[in-house]
């Protein structure tokens, strides 16, 4: 799962980008972020580290209207959740995990789209490179294989911990954007 820090750093990344958008809002109108997430709902602290977050950049709750959308079990991308929040005109679009994010992807060219934990965005196509993503997209991978570098590094400090272990399982979902390279690895 997300620390609160990483939470913190994307909800950060939003409002950074919010006076970009801000511009061609309606007065009076609050800025809206759409958020396409895997699961189900916001964990409690991420929602509470969010509405801290809007407060130290200086927004309210009347400044500021979030609209959550959810993929729930859904590991492939879901265009229509993302194509939902087009249709109601919000300002950004916040990706929490690879399906989210390539739903997003898939539906503007456009709106702003800030990533969160998603597994080698690049490999992905959804950004250009990490060094310079392009086109409408930024934020933050949760694991960049390249080839494999986070994931076996992962296994030599598993065998540093554990130095008499001789196997080890690796359970994943093959279905899961991105899941392929990790396991290679």
């Given at each position: 799962?997300?620390?609160?820090?990483?939470?913190?750093?994307?909800?950060?990344?939003?409002l950074v980008t919010a006076p970009l958008v801000t511009e061609a809002q309606r007065p009076g109108q609050p800025f809206r972020i759409g958020f396409i997430?895997?699961?189900?709902?916001?964990?409690?602290?991420?929602?509470?580290?969010?509405?801290?977050?809007?407060?130290?950049?200086?927004?309210?709750?009347?400044s500021v209207a979030?609209?959550?959308?959810?993929?729930?079990?859904?590991?492939?991308?879901?265009?229509?959740?993302?194509?939902?929040?087009?249709?109601?005109?919000v300002d950004v679009i916040v990706g929490f995990g690879t399906p989210a994010t390539l739903s997003a992807t898939q539906v503007t060219k456009v709106i702003p789209i800030v990533m969160l934990g998603v597994r080698d965005p690049v490999e992905?196509?959804?950004?250009?490179s990490l060094a310079r993503p392009g086109a409408n997209v930024t934020g933050i991978a949760s694991s960049v294989t390249a080839p494999g570098v986070a994931h076996s590094k992962g296994m030599s400090l598993f065998k540093e911990a554990v130095p008499a272990a001789s196997r080890v399982a690796h359970l994943t979902n093959s279905t899961f954007p991105g899941t392929q390279a990790n396991v290679d690895a």
């Open positions: 799962m997300i620390s609160r820090r990483a939470f913190l750093t994307v909800a950060s990344t939003t997430g895997v699961g189900d709902g916001v964990p409690t602290p991420w929602q509470d580290a969010f509405d801290v977050a809007l407060r130290e950049a200086g927004f309210s709750r009347d979030v609209e959550y959308r959810w993929l729930g079990s859904r590991l492939q991308p879901s265009p229509e959740v993302a194509r939902e929040l087009v249709h109601r005109g992905q196509g959804i950004v250009a």
